[in-house]
């Protein structure tokens, strides 16, 4: 038994790795469930994608892909700005609340205002709306 001050060794490994363009597969996702999305929403940029091997040789390889997409209902912003020019804010939720798709409203105003002069701005230019996937 003697003691060493180097040990060398030597590790060899063989790797065999699956690689698909993350745009690629996305463009070939978004073909295949297009038809499957309702006219009134459109798919966001938040897609998951789970694989599945379900056989492989050394020339192909089968996949199962499970794709999660978010939509977002299509809005007409420039009608619903009109319509909520100024409204209270409960009836303007109201409004908002039974829109297609509309899961969350928030009205927020630059300044406090007494509660009988608080209303949205008379003029539809002055609203924002924003179209925004819910956070779970």
């Known amino acids: 038994d003697e003691?060493?001050?180097?040990?060398?060794?030597?590790?060899?490994?063989?790797?065999?790795?699956?690689?698909i363009s993350k745009d690629h597969l996305t463009q070939f996702v978004s073909a295949q469930i297009?038809?499957?999305i309702p006219a009134s929403y459109s798919l966001t940029d938040d897609v998951t994608y789970k694989f599945t091997v379900k056989s492989k040789?050394?020339?192909?390889?089968?996949?199962?892909?499970?794709?999660?997409?978010?939509?977002?209902?299509?809005?007409?912003?420039?009608?619903?700005?009109?319509?909520?020019?100024?409204?209270?804010?409960?009836?303007?939720?109201?409004?908002?609340s039974s829109l297609p798709?509309?899961?969350r409203v928030e009205i927020s105003f630059p300044f406090p205002l007494p509660q009988p002069i608080l209303t949205l701005p008379r003029q539809s230019g002055n609203i924002t709306v924003i179209v925004s996937q819910a956070n779970n």
């Open 3 to 19: 003691i060493a001050d180097e040990l060398t060794l030597k590790l060899a490994v063989k790797a065999t790795a699956l690689v």
């Open 34 to 36: 297009q038809s499957q």
């Open 57 to 96: 040789n050394a020339q192909t390889s089968t996949l199962t892909i499970d794709a999660t997409a978010h939509l977002l209902p299509i809005l007409d912003v420039y009608s619903i700005t009109k319509t909520l020019a100024g409204k209270y804010p409960q009836p303007a939720v109201d409004f908002l």
């Open 101 to 103: 798709g509309v899961t």
